[in-house]
């Protein structure tokens, strides 16, 4: 911090520590992330922060810098190889930041041509997604979902709701055969709720390495088969870690987005008074509460100077992409521009390449729950819910909900439906799945 900058006021509960880094975990910060934002402006455009017990960083929280930086591939770059204090020891190997910010082969993590590859391969595949069979796979899990509480009257929408779609949509739109899809499922959870985070992840890749070695024998139409034809030729190594990114970066912040977008709905009585409910409160959502508020790792290249701090070479420089959005100069601008040039989906070279997908999903989620349960509402107060802890989530522990209860019917498919997930039905696991895993059960449903 400048030596001319005003002691900040520290947010109640958790101050800075002696050094000035504000730490970006504990209930205290999830409770309340935005007075730990707003502390963190009095250090200028970049503060200090800790994301974990002896993990330091510094986090961009104004958005012109943020966009400065994400779009400067030169200055800045994302090979975590790079990353100067894990290289000389001073980061905990059993962070439980780690898992999601050491290098690994990806698109990511990967700068210049080999970024240009790996990332042309996932735009060109992701694009060849058909969004009316989206909107049907989304729909029947939906459907799914909901028959399994919907006779109860009451919810859990995050556990019973949120959390399970995206994973079981992108099971499908992957391929995944029953066993598989049930590991995937295992793997990205416990990765993300930091359950045994290392074994968690074993289980990820390995789960993905055998759909590899099954789309390699058995293609099919989908969009582990789509990668591995691309003309980039990726080797089975290289598939397992961009479908695991695709996976994973996919999985977690989807359920945020529809948690945290029916969360708004249910608590913000004005989008039922007003035209375009969803699509409004999803945008707001993204404005103001991002399912990935602080990420978009970077390290200068070589010692510079950006946004009046000096910073070495392999310095970690992270994204607040909550903060950015929410800068106090950007009032007036969101009040007259656009309302999708937030950064909820970072921006540059590295900006995800899902997010028209991920859109669909959460809409469509959003509106099927809404038609089925129109008379849904929050079953506690607002200031009862708890946020999951951790810099790189912002998403609800639970979000209960009550309605009146439907009536229990039996699932019939439709004339010539095909079941979810061609992997699946390859196999015939759709039909002879033993398995007691959710994906397992979700198959054996839509096949009864």
């Avoid at 990765?191 to 990820?204: H, I, S």
């Avoid at 699509?279 to 790792?297: C, F, I, R």
Wanted: hydrophobic fraction near 40%.
């Amino acid at each position: 911090m400048d030596a001319t900058t005003p002691n900040p006021v520290p947010p109640p509960g958790c101050p800075a520590h002696a050094d000035g880094r504000i730490p970006l975990y504990g209930p205290d910060f999830a409770a309340d992330p935005h007075a730990y934002y707003d502390f963190a402006r009095a250090y200028g455009p970049v503060a200090p922060v800790e994301l974990a017990p002896g993990v330091d960083a510094s986090l961009v929280t104004d958005y012109a810098t943020a966009l400065r930086l994400l779009q400067d591939n030169g200055t800045f770059r994302k090979d975590a190889r790079r990353w100067r204090d894990f290289n000389d020891g001073r980061i905990p190997r059993d962070s439980p930041v780690v898992p999601l910010l050491a290098y690994r082969p990806n698109a990511m993590f990967s700068d210049g041509a080999e970024h240009l590859r790996l990332r042309q391969a996932i735009t060109d595949t992701m694009a060849r997604i058909d969004t009316g069979r989206l909107a049907r796979s989304t729909e029947q899990i939906s459907d799914y979902l909901i028959s399994q509480f919907g006779s109860r009257g009451s919810a859990d929408l995050m556990a019973d709701y949120a959390k399970q779609l995206p994973l079981f949509v992108f099971n499908e739109l992957f391929g995944c055969p029953a066993d598989i899809g049930d590991r995937i499922l295992f793997g990205i959870s416990g990765m993300f709720d930091g359950v045994n985070a290392e074994r968690a992840a074993e289980v990820l890749f390995g789960a993905v390495g055998e759909l590899v070695a099954l789309k390699r024998s058995r293609p099919g139409d989908d969009v582990a088969s789509w990668l591995m034809q691309h003309e980039a030729k990726l080797s089975d190594e290289e598939m397992v870690y961009q479908l695991s990114l695709l996976l994973g970066a996919g999985a977690d912040p989807l359920r945020n987005l529809i948690g945290n977008t029916l969360h708004r709905i249910l608590t913000h009585d004005e989008y039922a008074r007003q035209g375009g409910l969803i699509d409004e409160a999803m945008e707001d959502t993204l404005w103001e509460n991002p399912p990935v508020p602080n990420l978009a790792p970077h390290y200068p290249a070589a010692d510079v100077e950006f946004a009046g701090q000096k910073f070495q070479a392999g310095d970690l420089i992270m994204v607040s992409f909550a903060a950015a959005n929410n800068s106090p100069s950007l009032a007036a601008a969101r009040q007259s521009g656009s309302n999708r040039s937030h950064l909820a989906w970072s921006a540059g070279p590295h900006a995800c390449p899902s997010k028209d997908p991920a859109r669909q999903i959460t809409m469509a989620a959003v509106e099927n729950l809404l038609n089925r349960i129109p008379d849904v509402q929050a079953a506690v107060p607002e200031n009862s819910l708890t946020w999951r802890p951790g810099p790189f989530t912002r998403g609800l522990t639970a979000l209960p909900a009550r309605f009146t209860p439907l009536p229990a019917t039996a699932r019939v498919p439709a004339q010539g439906q095909i079941p979810v997930g061609e992997g699946a039905d390859q196999s015939g696991s759709a039909r002879k799945a033993t398995s007691t895993g959710r994906w397992s059960q979700f198959l054996n449903w839509l096949t009864r």
